[in-house]
């Protein structure tokens, strides 16, 4: 099994819908976790981090952690044509010392107009 | 501006050509790290680097070497570089991975550089 999976998608929404993205891990000691969205080409940026169960609301985004279920997620609303882009899961699992970050393969969102 | 720097962004090379990409951050972070990216495997880490003289291999050091002489510096070392490595390469910089409450630290992402190995 691997440390973070995601569901590689693509994941097709209309504009204006709310996209769900979901991310597992396996290291039950992981404690924190972050949402990076890429552009084709483009390096990641930082969406959203969370280390406490429960929601964590920025803007349009939703991020939730459930420690005992060991997912994440993150909530787009209001999904615009500009979120189109592939977002990455992390996490510095325990097994790493929390000294590396492991990612997930990507979820792939394209928003259609 | 804060930001981290790689060069060069694009190389083309053949196999066993020792090369050398550089990092380098101007945000005094003590932690930096050196990924690739594949198509279907995510990023995955190579290197990373708590502070100066101290390195640790990622999930995907063969082949690879690094060191961190000064802080804002960490360049990435292929000596015999194969076709297998050609990819997508991205430096990071950050002030750690977990702050001692487990907040987690924003990772800061170079540009990328993208080595094509004939």
């Known amino acids: 099994q691997k440390e973070v999976e995601q569901n590689s998608g693509p994941l097709s929404v209309p504009e204006g819908a709310i996209a769900s993205l979901n991310c597992t891990y396996s290291d039950r000691g992981s404690q924190s976790f972050f949402w990076y969205r890429q552009y084709s080409g483009k390096s990641p940026e930082l969406i959203m981090s969370i280390y406490s169960n429960g929601d964590k609301e920025d803007g349009r985004f939703t991020a939730q952690l459930n420690k005992a279920s060991q997912y994440v997620s993150l909530l787009i609303r209001d999904s615009q044509p500009s979120d189109s882009a592939t977002y990455l899961c992390a996490g510095p699992p325990f097994s790493g010392g929390y000294n590396k970050l492991i990612f997930g393969a990507g979820t792939r969102l394209a928003v259609h107009p | 501006e804060a930001q981290v720097t790689q060069n060069p962004r694009y190389l083309i090379t053949v196999t066993g050509k020792k090369l050398t990409v550089t990092c380098s951050q101007n945000m005094n972070h003590e932690y930096m790290s050196w990924y690739r990216q594949d198509p279907g495997l995510g990023l995955r880490q190579i290197y990373y680097s708590m502070n100066v003289e101290v390195t640790d291999k990622g999930d995907v050091p063969e082949g690879y070497k690094v060191s961190r002489k000064e802080k804002r510096n960490f360049p990435l070392i292929l000596e015999s570089p194969s076709p297998n490595q050609t990819s997508l390469y991205f430096c990071?910089?950050?002030?750690?991975?977990?702050?001692?409450?487990?907040?987690?630290?924003?990772?800061?992402f170079g540009p990328g550089t993208r080595l094509t190995v004939t």
């Open positions: 990071a910089s950050s002030r750690g991975v977990l702050s001692r409450g487990d907040k987690p630290y924003e990772q800061y």
